[in-house]
């Protein structure tokens, strides 16, 4: 009989400022920790700035503030993608972005 667990879903997403100050970079995750944490079916939740001194040529540098939310499964994401604070930290912050990627992975943990 095959497994019927539902795998997390990893929400990793990497925000570049049109203005990418120290001040502006805090004001990011600031409002991330505000907006995005502890929603229902969170299992980990982190927002941080780029790591300065890590530059090996793997490294991908050209973002500001990077947020990571594993999601206990797919409904949780989806739920979170349009539940009322998530959209509120995109209409208050979506102007100070030069550019935003996502990168969702599924993770049987």
Request: charged share 20%; aromatic share 12%.
């Amino acid at each position: 009989m095959a497994d019927a667990k539902q795998p997390q879903l990893i929400h990793n997403v990497y925000f570049t400022l049109k203005d990418g100050t120290p001040e502006n970079t805090q004001g990011l995750i600031a409002a991330c920790d505000k907006y995005l944490s502890g929603h229902p079916g969170v299992v980990y939740y982190a927002a941080g700035p780029l790591v300065p001194d890590l530059a090996r040529p793997v490294n991908v540098r050209d973002f500001h503030v990077g947020l990571s939310v594993v999601f206990e499964n797919k409904q949780a994401h989806d739920d979170y993608q349009i539940a009322p604070r998530h959209l509120q930290f995109i209409e208050e912050n979506k102007p100070t972005w030069a550019q935003v990627r996502v990168f969702d992975t599924y993770a049987w943990a």
